[in-house]
């Protein structure tokens, strides 16, 4: 007798499968959801001091990196075939189609950079594992709980051999561009 399981089973989707959802509007176009490890996940929700960090990100980025990089907000990186979340904010390598003929892959990104209001626990596990599988050489957590940003540096297996805290006394450089310092207090400041 075949007996029928009575743990639901997960769907999983590949990021082919995750564009036609979209496209066909399975996926509402407002929705912030991203797809990692197969399984389609539901973002939290952006609150004020979380946007304005991201603003504070990008406007310090921008200017300094035009021409050598390209500075993306909440856009999607291809990791896998079944994994392309949606950081808040990525350094790439400058391409001068700036990416119109697909989503930057792992090589093609500098620095990936979460700001973590309620799911510091899911950027500092589930996304740090899927991040240094994928080789990305440096991710940033800014846990706004703690005040603090977590740098992770050297992706070995499915973690970082460098993993730094630091207050918003600090101030630091990301490893692909040392010669721009950012003041964590600036960034911080509510």
């Known amino acids: 007798m075949i007996r029928a399981s009575t743990t639901p089973a997960r769907l999983h989707f590949s990021r082919a499968d ?47 990196v035009a021409g ?43 620095l990936v950079i979460e700001v973590a209001e309620t799911s510091i626990e899911h950027d500092r596990v589930n996304k740090l594992r899927l991040y240094a599988q994928a080789g990305i050489p440096e991710y940033w957590v800014f846990d706004l709980a703690r005040n603090v940003l977590i740098v992770h540096r050297n992706p070995t297996g499915q973690t970082y051999a460098s993993v730094q805290e630091h207050d918003r006394s600090a101030r630091i450089s990301p490893q692909a561009f040392p010669d721009h310092v950012i003041d964590l207090n600036e960034i911080l400041s509510s």
């Open 18 to 64: 995750y564009h036609r959802m979209a496209e066909t509007g399975i996926i509402p176009p407002d929705a912030r959801v991203e797809l990692l490890d197969g399984e389609i996940i539901h973002m939290s929700p952006i609150g004020p001091r979380h946007g304005a960090i991201v603003d504070r990100l990008s406007a310090f980025f921008t200017p300094r």
């Open 68 to 110: 050598r990089a390209i500075c993306r907000v909440q856009g999607s990186i291809a990791l896998t075939e079944t994994t392309e979340p949606q950081p808040d904010l990525v350094l790439l390598k400058h391409r001068d189609d700036f990416y119109a003929s697909g989503h930057p892959a792992p090589h093609d990104v500098l």
